[in-house]
């Protein structure tokens, strides 16, 4: 069985072709990248304005809901809605990009907005303090302070579309789905197994640039890595159950 | 809407088997993360290990789990038991994580109280370090429910029949009352899982209620 | 201010109330294991000597299957239904595991999954050549003259414009069209490989589409060019899809044929043999377009056809 896997991870026939390994690699990562990039779109800014203005905490709880929303429910219930109004492999592309973008934005909002409301009020005050506007306030104290959480909100979303983009190959577009899926079909074993393994290296792939985003964005003084000023040990930061 | 009418009989019996397919792993995956998670809290390289461990198994995607199972498990491909098998190990990824967080979040204070009082190791875990810990795994626990009802209507891919029956039948044969009846059935299963663990949580932690805003 | 013993005890009791909970809950199938027989199966009673029919993830095969159900329970066996289990390579293992016990086939497109250089286009030859390729503890019972073949499909449009009747026509202009069909297809000796042997058919590119709505859909909204449906398949009539002739046979006999595990055989053969005696190649379409088109329940659409016979 593993060296079934092995030899179709390791043949040169499984990695080329526009059917191989490489293109189905390229081809996830790229479902994976536009995903995060409109979820981000959508989450972060929505996540700074909840949690700066105190106003539409129902949208988190709302976008909390919708996992709950079987995700290949969803995804047949868009394409039967989607194929006849969209041309070519957009009608196929479109509705696993909503479903994907759906399972990414609560993870990115909760994280933003968490991260925003975790800011102790008395940063907030002293910033007002010496006479910052609102703006200067959200952009200079509250995103900096939000960050750690907003990318640790960012990496779960990334683990969760990167395992999750396996099913835009049920309705047939490609993507390292496509090794389970026709795996499952002809009984390959070597190709699903291989396959899954890929998603995982991936995903761990992925997570890396955001692990090392983490560390240099973060404000030194949030990190403890320049010296201390406050007396006390750092706060235990708030456990973080519901928001993976 | 008359298809879910129709067809109420069909839909009760196959969101029971939902119900069991998603809700047995979840109580499984609990049994078998309050160990592993109290383990990982008390050695620190166990813990970076078990935590990044964790998110992985959770990255492997459900249908070659799904499919992979018979291998590991000697089971018939049909065999129910490959869904609950895979479920348990995605319920152990999400908890994990949380029966973590949770005993780390009981303050060093209330342990050290506790040990000078003279709790044993064992009779402090289940005295007082799991039940302040219940708030923050019942949120673990609320994930994972939500996300094991999600995962297992896949299950129909394989053959093992639950509300994920409705979406791909409803799929192939254009019917949109059936598609519906899935998705929702789904969603509201979900919903009942979660108002039961927070009603458990409620129960298991009733110094909460007495004093607002106090302990945990 | 932790722990009271008073507390403690109403929290053990929480705990053992959760794994009451737990119990009650896996108990909650009744009698037996509620996950051991499928969502259509009548239920309870002694196990041993229950039939289940099994079926693929396409329309007729579940309609079939539901067929062979409501006759074996009209001659009081207890029989149930597994349906929707996947393609035949998956369907195969389940029957081999003895999961199933009884297979709606098709005898061309078995033939060939054991033998990849199948080439009898007979229909009796056929099924004769079956008998022998099949595995030792699997049978095949009587075949019916209802035909199910899989077949390359265009749009009324595409066949205008290209002036397509047959395959033949087809290899010429191919290359700029895509195909959809199951993923198997890709794989399958009948399929792309036999396109390609057979009429020097090559593809610009492959969409795996499930059968049903999925291929139907991209079809007939011109996400996909050409695509391999069942000749049995309503769509065809309903959305005025040509079936390019097949000249060469490579898609042979198809007919339909219960495929039983021997150990199974001997309560199953004359109840089936009788159902197959009655199926034909309309028959089933009539059938297939209340399922399909119409969305009625198989296993209603089933019972009717029983009736009709008078078989139930």
């Known amino acids: 069985m593993i060296a079934s896997i092995l030899d179709w991870l390791t043949s040169g026939a499984s990695w080329s072709g526009s059917d191989g390994i490489l293109a189905r690699l390229l081809e996830h990562v790229g479902y994976t990248l536009l995903v995060l990039v409109i979820a981000a779109l959508i989450a972060i800014p929505l996540g700074l304005w909840i949690g700066h203005s105190g106003r539409g905490r129902w949208l988190v709880t709302a976008a909390n809901a919708l996992r709950a929303v079987p995700t290949l429910g969803l995804l047949f219930a868009l394409t039967l809605v989607l194929l006849p109004v969209l041309p070519g492999s957009a009608a196929f592309l479109v509705p696993s990009v909503i479903v994907l973008v759906l399972l990414a934005v609560p993870a990115i909002l909760s994280g933003t907005y968490a991260g925003v409301e975790a800011v102790q009020p008395a940063a907030r005050d002293a910033a007002r303090g010496i006479g910052m506007t609102g703006r200067q306030v959200l952009w200079q104290v509250e995103l900096p302070i939000a960050l750690p959480l907003l990318i640790s909100g960012?990496?779960?979303?990334?683990?969760?579309?990167?395992?999750?983009?396996?099913?835009?190959?049920?309705?047939?577009?490609?993507?390292?789905?496509?090794?389970?899926?026709?795996?499952?079909?002809?009984?390959?074993?070597?190709?699903?197994?291989?396959?899954?393994?890929?998603?995982?290296?991936?995903?761990?792939?992925?997570?890396?640039?955001?692990?090392?985003?983490?560390?240099l964005v973060v404000s030194p003084g949030l990190t403890g890595r320049s010296r201390s000023l406050r007396p006390s040990e750092p706060n235990r930061t708030a456990p973080a159950g519901g928001t993976t | 809407m008359s298809w879910i009418l129709d067809h109420l009989d069909d839909i009760l019996s196959l969101t029971l088997r939902h119900t069991w397919l998603a809700g047995v792993p979840l109580i499984i995956g609990l049994l078998i993360s309050l160990p592993l998670g109290w383990l990982a809290n008390r050695h620190r390289r166990l813990r970076g290990v078990v935590i990044v461990g964790a998110g992985l198994l959770y990255t492997v995607p459900s249908l070659a789990l799904f499919v992979l199972m018979p291998l590991v498990l000697g089971t018939g491909i049909l065999d129910p038991l490959n869904v609950v098998v895979a479920m348990t190990i995605y319920t152990i990824a999400l908890l994990v994580r949380s029966v973590v967080d949770g005993l780390g979040s009981v303050p060093e204070e209330v342990a050290r109280s506790a040990t000078a009082m003279g709790y044993t190791p064992v009779r402090r875990?289940?005295?007082?370090?799991?039940?302040?810990?219940?708030?923050?795994?019942?949120?673990?626990?609320?994930?994972?429910?939500?996300?094991?009802?999600?995962?297992?209507?896949?299950?129909?891919?394989?053959?093992?029949?639950q509300l994920g029956d409705l979406l791909v039948d409803g799929f192939n044969r254009a019917i949109s009352g059936e598609l519906v009846a899935g998705i929702l059935g789904c969603v509201l299963l979900a919903l009942v899982l979660d108002i039961a663990i927070r009603v458990l949580e409620r129960a298991l932690t009733p110094w909460r209620r007495a004093d607002p805003g106090g302990a945990a | 201010m932790i722990t009271f013993p008073t507390r403690r005890r109403a929290r053990t009791a929480a705990l053992a109330l959760t794994m009451a909970g737990a119990l009650g809950l896996s108990a909650c199938g009744g009698g037996g294991d509620p996950l051991s027989s499928s969502s259509s199966s009548e239920g309870g009673g002694d196990t041993s000597g229950d039939i289940v029919v099994g079926s693929a993830d396409f329309s007729e095969s579940v309609l079939l299957a539901n067929i062979y159900v409501g006759a074996l329970k009209a001659d009081g066996i207890n029989a149930s239904a597994k349906t929707g289990i996947g393609s035949r390579e998956v369907y195969l293992k389940a029957l081999d595991e003895g999961s199933v016990d009884v297979m709606p086939e098709y005898t061309g497109g078995l033939a060939l999954y054991y033998d990849k250089n199948f080439s009898e286009t007979d229909p009796d030859k056929t099924y004769a050549a079956l008998k022998d390729l099949l595995p030792k503890g699997t049978s095949v019972l009587e075949k019916s003259a209802a035909e199910d073949k899989d077949s390359i499909v265009v749009t009324k449009e595409t066949a205008q414009s290209k002036d397509l009747k047959t395959m033949e026509d087809l290899?010429?202009?191919?290359?700029?069209?895509?195909?959809?069909?199951?993923?198997?297809?890709?794989?399958?000796?009948?399929?792309?490989?036999?396109?390609?042997?057979?009429?020097?058919?090559?593809?610009?590119?492959?969409?795996?589409?499930?059968?049903?709505?999925?291929?139907?859909?991209?079809?007939?909204?011109?996400?996909?060019?050409?695509?391999?449906?069942?000749?049995?398949?309503?769509?065809?009539?309903?959305?005025?899809?040509?079936?390019?002739?097949?000249?060469?046979?490579?898609?042979?006999s198809q007919n339909v044929v219960p495929l039983v595990r021997d150990d199974a055989k001997e309560q199953v053969a004359k109840t089936l043999d009788e159902v197959s005696a009655k199926l034909t190649t309309d028959k089933l379409q009539q059938m297939l377009k209340r399922t399909d088109i119409d969305k009625e329940d198989p296993d209603q659409v089933a019972a009717d056809f029983l009736k009709e016979e008078g078989l139930d």
């Open chain 1, 154 to 215: 960012l990496r779960a979303a990334v683990l969760q579309v990167v395992a999750t983009a396996t099913v835009a190959a049920y309705v047939g577009l490609g993507g390292l789905g496509r090794f389970l899926i026709d795996g499952l079909a002809t009984q390959d074993y070597a190709s699903t197994a291989g396959g899954a393994l890929l998603v995982a290296v991936l995903a761990l792939v992925l997570d890396a640039p955001f692990a090392l985003l983490e560390r």
């Open chain 3, 171 to 252: 290899s010429k202009v191919a290359g700029e069209m895509t195909l959809g069909a199951p993923s198997e297809f890709k794989t399958r000796s009948q399929g792309i490989p036999g396109l390609k042997k057979t009429y020097g058919i090559e593809f610009k590119s492959f969409r795996p589409l499930k059968p049903g709505q999925a291929t139907n859909g991209a079809l007939k909204n011109g996400q996909i060019q050409a695509a391999n449906i069942f000749s049995t398949d309503p769509a065809i009539a309903e959305n005025g899809f040509v079936v390019l002739d097949d000249t060469e046979k490579l898609f042979g």
């Open chain 2, 125 to 161: 875990f289940f005295g007082v370090d799991l039940p302040l810990a219940v708030p923050v795994i019942a949120a673990g626990l609320r994930v994972a429910a939500v996300s094991n009802v999600s995962i297992v209507s896949i299950a129909s891919l394989i053959g093992v029949n």
